[in-house]
């Protein structure tokens, strides 16, 4: 999946920011502006740098996924369709919690589908 095909997910979604890093290489690329985030703690907070991101896959060994952090009204959807690709998805919340979880599964299919 290319960057460009990320962003159209992301824009069809309201997905403001998305960090996607290689565990392999440790490239990170990301799209989107912080700035437009209601909070942008959870960007440093999980992807910050090299070490944090180990410690978030780390902490995702064995877990159902996606998984999801929220601080405040913004959530992060973070996916791993592949053992060494780790893509964490920003937006603000503005959905009931049924339609949320709707949202992130949907999210995640089409992250899996197209990797």
């Keep these: 999946m290319t960057l460009l095909e990320i962003e ?3 824009r069809k979604n309201n997905i403001i920011y998305s960090v996607v890093t ?6 990170v690329e ?9 909070e942008d703690d959870l ?4 992807f910050g740098d090299f070490t944090k991101i180990k410690a978030l896959n780390d902490s995702l060994e064995g877990q159902i996924m996606p998984q999801i952090w929220s601080q405040g009204v913004v959530r992060c959807i973070v996916c ?9 998805l920003l ?5 009931s919690p049924l339609e949320s979880i709707d949202f ?5 299919d089409v ?3 197209n990797w």
Aim: proline share 2%.
């Design 22 to 27: 290689n565990l392999d290489n440790g490239l």
């Design 8 to 10: 159209n997910i992301m």
């Design 91 to 95: 937006y603000n919340e503005n959905r």
């Design 43 to 46: 960007v440093t907070q999980l």
């Design 104 to 108: 992130i599964e949907e999210i995640n």
């Design 111 to 113: 992250l899996l589908k």
């Design 30 to 38: 990301t799209i989107g502006n912080t700035k437009d985030l209601i």
């Design 80 to 88: 791993k369709p592949n053992s060494n690709i780790i893509i964490g």
